[in-house]
């Protein structure tokens, strides 16, 4: 497997991941409405690429496949992390949360799906609270969690 930075080509790439695995992984958390309104098949590919810009950005590839993603933002907030849904719990999403941790000084928030919840837990993120978003009329449950870093002394 391949870590590296983000490229604006890669973005159709990574929208079309993204909406291949919220609509599998994710579908033993969600309803099919809740899918649709979550990913609905069409980003905005030009802000999308603004974001994964502005972000540290890292995009998994194995043998030119892509197979996961994720970003962080300068104040520590992490926007994203997908794994292709043909690829889950074989260490890719742990690698590329690893590198945007690194990206980063100081404590780190996540709104982790129902399905990720467990992979942050187990990453030191405690979760601060539950809440539910609202996606084009669609509520949503997510959790708020916190991965606390103490200063180097």
């Known amino acids: 497997m391949i870590l590296r930075r983000y490229k604006s080509p890669d973005c159709?790439?990574?929208?079309?991941?993204?909406?291949?695995?919220?609509?599998?992984?994710?579908?033993?958390?969600?309803?099919?409405?809740?899918?649709?309104a979550w990913a609905g098949g069409r980003v905005d590919l030009a802000q999308w690429d603004a974001s994964f810009l502005a972000?540290?950005?890292?995009?998994?590839?194995?043998?030119?496949?892509?197979?996961?993603?994720?970003?962080?933002?300068?104040?520590?907030?992490?926007?994203?992390?997908?794994?292709?849904?043909?690829h889950q719990r074989q260490g890719i999403g742990a690698a590329i949360c690893r590198e945007l941790e690194r990206a980063v000084s100081g404590n780190?928030?996540?709104c982790a799906s129902i399905t990720a919840r467990p992979f942050f837990a187990l990453r030191g993120y405690r979760t601060l609270k539950k809440q539910q978003v609202v996606r084009h009329g669609v509520f949503l449950t997510n959790y708020?969690?916190?991965k606390c870093r103490s200063p180097e002394i």
Do not use: S, W
Request: hydrophobic residues 40%; charged residues 20%; glycine residues 4%.
């Open 12 to 36: 159709p790439h990574l929208a079309k991941l993204f909406y291949e695995t919220v609509h599998t992984v994710n579908a033993k958390d969600y309803t099919p409405a809740q899918l649709h």
């Open 55 to 86: 972000h540290v950005t890292v995009v998994a590839l194995l043998e030119n496949t892509y197979v996961g993603f994720g970003d962080i933002d300068r104040t520590g907030y992490l926007d994203r992390l997908y794994v292709h849904k043909d």
């Open 108 to 110: 780190i928030t996540v």
């Open 144 to 146: 708020v969690m916190e």
